[in-house]
């Protein structure tokens, strides 16, 4: 585990609602309490419990909502979620996020997002690398990396934002999150997300706002295959996204068309098997992909919620199937090819594992 922190990683697939504190999450939810505007004790055990299964993990995705659904909580939680991903050595962040409109907040989609992005500019603990559009000149450029392979100045991490379309949305809620996204693609937002409980919604309902963001260059990663529906399964994979996340109730047809099409998988082994998605470790698709050599990246999906962190993840990976330091630097490393942000981006992460690689043992 300690070997896992002091290496590089990057992470893919984490929302950001569910990786808040557990501490922030109870300290919220206590202060919702004496504002009489949930009762503290009806929640404390929603919030401490550990194992949940799939349905019931969205039901305490509904109850962080109403704890985290104002603009000073969501720059908060934005801030704290980047340094707890910091602090792992975690160096590169596709932090995701539902733009979320709370009318008795004034809130819209639109300062939604601002809240995170002021969010993300206000962490101090760690040097941020938000939009790229602030260290364009080559000077600052190698200025960055040098100082982050060589350990002077702070610590630095690049952060990049993703925007959801929650599958409860409509349509229309689904385009306004496109459009959203284009408009802040400038600010640090580099890719679309389609997620949300699995057992609700139709793909059909966001396939308009799918193809305007493809049309307009942004990627799009598909939560997929996180329940068997072989159809959307195949709509998905045919839709041929950039990423797509989960992966675990795959036939044999769906498998093959995934491979024939080369389409990188994001893996969340703890969030699996926590919500019994996947029974256990030893039987986790990652170990056929790994040794098929497909596409893959092992992620966190809401470390919060599930206890984990990206260090554990390899971890986990590591005593399930059998990875050494050198497999497992490997596949940190790989991960660069499949990130959202720019090419200047990826030249300086390559920097940043090969200088980690001469420091680690
Ligand atoms: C599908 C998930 C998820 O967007 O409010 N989310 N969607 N499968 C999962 N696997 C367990 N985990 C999280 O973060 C919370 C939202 O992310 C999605 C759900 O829509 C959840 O409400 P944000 O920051």
């Known amino acids: 585990m300690e070997w896992c922190m002091s290496m590089p990683k990057i992470e893919l697939h984490a929302h950001l609602n569910g ?17 009489g505007a949930i009762v503290f004790s009806d929640v404390e055990h929603v919030i401490l419990k550990n194992d949940r299964a799939l349905n019931e993990v969205f039901k305490l995705f509904d109850l962080i909502h109403i704890i985290t659904t104002d603009h000073k909580t969501v720059t908060r939680i934005t801030k704290e979620v980047i340094e707890d991903f910091a602090a792992d050595n975690v160096v590169y962040l596709e932090l995701r996020t539902t733009p979320k409109r709370n009318h008795s907040k004034g809130m819209s989609k639109r300062s939604y997002m601002e809240a995170v992005l002021e969010g993300i500019r ?20 190698s200025h960055f990396v040098d100082d982050l392979c060589n350990g002077t100045g702070n610590k630095k991490i690049y952060v990049r934002v993703l925007l959801s379309i929650d599958r409860r949305e409509t349509a229309e809620a689904a385009m306004e999150t496109v459009e959203l996204a284009i408009k802040l693609k400038d600010f640090g937002v580099v890719g679309i997300d389609l997620s949300g409980n699995p057992n609700v919604g139709q793909w059909l309902t966001f396939l308009p706002a799918l193809e305007c963001a493809k049309k307009q260059g942004l990627p799009i990663t598909l939560h997929c295959g996180e329940v068997p529906n072989p159809v959307e399964i195949r709509a998905m994979l045919d839709f041929l996204p950039k990423r797509i996340g989960h992966a675990c109730c795959f036939e044999d047809e769906e498998w093959k068309l995934l491979q024939r099409l080369n389409i990188p998988v994001e893996i969340c082994l703890t969030s699996n098997i926590r919500t019994e998605t996947i029974a ?7 170990a056929d992909l790994y040794k098929s050599n497909h596409p893959l990246i092992l992620c966190t999906d809401d470390c919060g919620v599930f206890s984990t962190s990206l260090s554990a993840e390899y971890a986990l990976a590591s005593s399930a199937f059998g990875l050494g330091k050198s497999e497992m630097y490997q596949l940190a490393q790989k991960a660069i090819e499949f990130i959202f942000a720019s090419e200047r981006v990826k030249e300086d992460l390559k920097t940043i594992f090969a200088s980690a690689l001469t420091k680690l043992n």
């Open 19 to 35: 990786s808040i504190r557990d501490s922030t999450v109870l300290e919220l939810a206590r202060e919702l309490g004496e504002e």
């Open 280 to 286: 256990s470790a030893d039987v986790h698709h990652f």
């Open 122 to 141: 206000s962490v101090n603990s760690v040097e941020v690398d938000l939009s790229g559009k602030l260290n364009t000149d080559a000077s600052t450029r």
